[in-house]
């Protein structure tokens, strides 16, 4: 696990060109990391989005993480964590793990009905940019979200 | 006895003629539980115990033949049937935890109590729409008080979770030093008069979680595992379950007693929401933080700190009204409508709760500013807020930060603290001032519930030099708690926990330098490590401890260091010395990424490289809780009444005794 960390941190800092999915688009995009997505340290009032990624709002990001593992994923949207997460119940259910830092990345609306198969290891995503409080289907509340193009979507859907 | 037929009639058939008895409706669960109901054994223990006056809930669920409806259901108690007041009884028959084949009805009367000491049998009368009925009986006791001395006005509980007597012992070891066999001095809680021992079961397990672990002391009854202050039922609704009135409701409710409740855990966490909220999944965060504010006026809620902000913090649908940048779109809230929640009508009208609302976009800091409450979001607005009469401290986003880590940062040499966020968070023992001075101010007196929660984390984690700190730190609270009775000897303090956390064992020391121990780590093996390092019996000396003036060691890796083994450990590499970075907690905001996301994942990855392997007894990535039974101590007023042997719930009516409940 140690080994899975220290990955994540390394392909988050320059190297998202190894992962095993990508979305493919004329226009290039820009790197973000997890670690942008908010400001340090916390405030009075909770956490507070970082000048870089409120810069990045509708434009073409790369983000690279961890498929949150779920028994039941909701379909049409990936939950990309900086790290390896297990969804689930036991005794804490919704106290879950997901981190606050977290990607929603949804398919593109032809695919939205399709689920998608869950991918161990790094996965790096491209898509829009979306930022702002969202009530997501599978119950949660998204803060950042990738829009993918209808081709990754496809192929993302395809692969389940 | 269980679910009875109609007829006496139909029992005499039985042998002849089963289908006809198979045919009649049942009753598979009657609260409070009893042994008599499950078992029909009339000589067992009473399970269910309850002060004169104290409020809890009937229920039963009645299973009725396919196609029937329930037409009729009372309670009766020692035969007299019971006069349920108006709205306070229900039946649900959907949203059922039941195979769906299964045609139920979880009955339910809210709020009964009864004065009347001694044990009183209970019993259901249910009929299904063919004019079937059934009856099953149960029993539960209303415990006698005997007036005895002048009745203390305040209660201070003192929870180590997770706290055993090996973790007492090796806190003494580290933070006092042993010459010759004897302690060099006391820890403070070692100094109460009276000790005894707890036996920590709940209901539904001789290992007991948090939440029951918690909420046995403060209701007198045995609760399932995942819950906290109700019994089990058999509807999916988190927050419908039978209630048990609290300590802290009743004691506000008779004397108008104030409720504190401090914690380095996230505020929604098992023990302290097992002070005040009633729900059957400590998951629940959303609904356990409103709940904790909804029903202060049941609780009489004080003071509430800890951490847990992400819980507090308006989510989503109020945002969206002013457009979705407006605002913090993104403050990390974590309130979810899924873990919120509304209550049923005979709930809210037989305890007088409030109704909740399922609302992410609540915010809840807002609404406890509202309603008079101080907010302190670090030490220096805790140091500012203390001369408030009601305080809410949330010091940060999930857990705190352990001891270890938060006296580092205040020495200069870490900045743990600063990687997640909250560089400026209080000691335990800081939080347990500010909370006795404003809780003093209360004219009636006061509960307190102060938590060392990360005792119980940090085994989970086996990460020893981490929970060793925090039983340091809990023992500095301790003594604040301790110079609070002496100023005000119309308290009692008691200091426990609700179980034994990893099976955590003094099992030596190292027999060579620290220096041997960080060279050994070069070249991990168990004859390097194991082998040559762990001394027993006498081989085991008294390693010392050097203490700086914060009151914590200079450095937990001294030569011939103690060494500590566990007993229900997952598997883990053990090295003997600290770890210089705690093991990533997800539920930290900046959890994944740099820095964070360059500490151990788990324990079984850490210290791979450097440490031998010691595999685990239990499945999984962390230690367990234990059944061992725990040392509790008193001090104060009525202190001698914790001797021997006890409960977890006998502890409560120990403590109503001593406020003078009857």
């Known amino acids: 696990m140690l080994a899975l960390c220290a990955a994540a941190a390394s392909a988050n800092e320059a190297r998202p060109d190894e ?38 709002a509708g434009q073409r990001v790369r983000v690279v993480g961890y498929m949150a593992r779920q028994e039941q994923p909701a379909a049409g949207i990936v939950i990309l964590a900086p790290l390896p997460v297990v969804l689930g119940d036991e ?48 119950g949660r509340v998204s803060f950042v979200r990738l829009q993918l193009d209808p081709e990754s979507s496809r192929a993302l859907a395809i692969a389940r | 006895m269980s679910s009875r037929p109609p007829f006496a009639l139909c029992a005499l058939l039985a042998l002849s003629l089963p289908v006809l008895c198979a045919a009649a409706p049942t009753v598979s669960r009657l609260t409070p539980p009893s042994e008599l109901f499950a078992s029909n054994n009339s000589g067992g223990p009473v399970i269910a115990r309850f002060l004169p006056g104290q409020r809890f809930d009937l229920q039963a669920t009645v ?92 209660i201070i509980i003192l929870l180590g979770d997770g706290m055993g007597a090996s973790q007492r012992t090796a806190a ?56 906290e202050g109700v019994f ?60 904790f504010l909804d029903d202060r006026g049941l609780t009489g809620l004080s003071v509430l700190m800890g951490g847990g902000r992400k819980w507090f913090l308006p989510n989503a649908d109020k945002l969206k009204a002013n457009g979705a940048l407006d605002g913090q779109p993104m403050n990390g809230s974590q309130r979810d409508a899924r873990s919120d ?15 909740g609302s399922k609302d992410a976009g609540r915010d809840l800091i807002g609404d406890f500013r509202a309603a008079g409450f101080a907010y302190a979001p670090d030490k220096a607005g ?53 909370a006795l001075k404003v809780l003093a101010r209360h004219k009636q007196g006061f509960i307190a519930m102060i938590e060392g929660a990360s005792i119980d984390k940090q085994e989970h984690l086996m990460d020893t030099d981490r929970w060793l700190l925090e039983v340091l730190e809990f023992d500095r609270a301790i003594q604040v708690a301790k110079d609070f009775a002496a100023a005000h000897p119309d308290t009692i303090v008691i200091v426990t926990a609700d179980h034994e956390c990893s099976g955590a064992s003094i099992i030596g020391a190292s027999t060579k330098p620290v220096a041997a121990l960080q060279a050994a780590a070069t070249a991990p093996s168990v004859a390097g490590q194991r082998d040559a390092i762990v001394g027993t019996y006498q081989a085991s000396k008294f390693p010392k401890y050097a203490m700086a003036p914060d009151g914590y060691p200079v450095s937990t890796d001294v030569d011939y260091k103690m060494l500590i083994g566990y007993g229900a450990n997952a598997d883990r590499y053990e090295n003997w010395l600290s770890n210089p970075t705690p093991t990533q907690d997800s539920q930290q905001p900046f959890v994944g990424v740099a820095p964070q996301g360059g500490y151990p994942a788990t324990p079984n990855v850490r210290n791979a490289t450097s440490g031998f392997l010691i595999t685990g007894q239990v499945p999984g990535d962390s230690a367990v809780h234990t059944a061992t039974d725990v040392p509790l101590s008193a ?28």
């Open chain 1, 19 to 56: 992962p095993r999915t990508d979305s493919s688009a004329a226009t290039p995009a820009v790197d973000l990391k997890f670690r942008d997505f908010f400001t340090m340290p916390i405030g009075p009032a909770g956490l507070a989005p970082s000048a870089r990624l409120l810069s990045l």
């Open chain 2, 232 to 291: 089990p039922d058999d509807t999916l609704d988190a927050f419908d379950n039978p209630r048990i009135e609290y300590l802290s409701e009743y004691l506000h409710r008779t004397q108008g007693k104030a409720l504190g409740i401090v914690t380095t855990a996230d505020v929604f966490d098992a023990t302290p929401a097992a002070m005040a909220v009633h729900t059957s999944n400590r998951g629940y965060g959303t609904g356990i933080v409103d709940q």
């Open chain 2, 382 to 434: 805790l140091v500012a807020a203390d001369s408030a009469d009601k305080l809410l401290g949330l010091f940060s986003y999930s857990n705190m930060n352990v001891a270890f880590d938060k006296i580092n940062k205040r020495r200069g040499v870490s900045t743990i603290v600063d990687d997640y966020g909250f560089p400026d968070q209080p000691m335990l023992d800081e939080m347990a001032s500010a």
């Open chain 1, 91 to 138: 005794d804490e259910s919704y106290a879950d793990d997901l981190p606050a830092a977290t990607l929603y990345v949804h398919l593109a609306d032809t695919e939205r009905t399709r689920a998608v198969a869950y991918v161990p290891g790094l996965v790096s995503f491209t898509g829009v940019l979306q930022l702002g409080a969202t009530n997501e289907a599978d």
């Open chain 2, 635 to 662: 001090y104060g007023r009525g202190a001698a009444a914790f001797t021997g042997v006890m409960d977890n719930t006998d502890v409560f009516f120990k403590l109503a005794k001593i406020v003078g409940a009857r």
């Open chain 2, 341 to 355: 929640y509304e209550l049923p009508a005979d709930l809210i009208a037989g305890w007088g709760a409030a109704r």
């Open chain 2, 172 to 227: 003494r070891i580290m933070g006092r030093g042993y010459a010759q066999g004897k302690a060099q001095s006391p820890l403070a809680m070692d100094t109460f008069p009276v000790t005894g021992m707890v036996m920590t079961s709940s209901l539904d397990g001789i290992v007991t979680d948090s939440s029951p672990g918690m909420s046995n002391y403060v209701t007198g009854n045995k609760s399932a595992n995942n819950t």
């Open chain 2, 63 to 154: 299973r009725m033949d396919t196609g029937t409806t329930l037409t009729d259901f009372r309670f009766a108690v020692d035969g007299v049937d019971t006069k349920p007041a108006a709205n306070t009884t229900s039946v649900v028959t959907t949203g059922l935890t039941l195979q769906k084949d299964v045609n139920a009805a979880v009955v339910s009367q809210r709020a009964f109590s009864m004065k009347k000491p001694g044990v009183h049998t209970l019993t259901v009368h249910a009929t299904q729409s063919d004019g079937q009925r059934v009856s099953a009986t149960g029993n539960f006791e209303i415990v006698a008080l005997e007036r005895n001395g002048k009745p203390a006005k305040n």
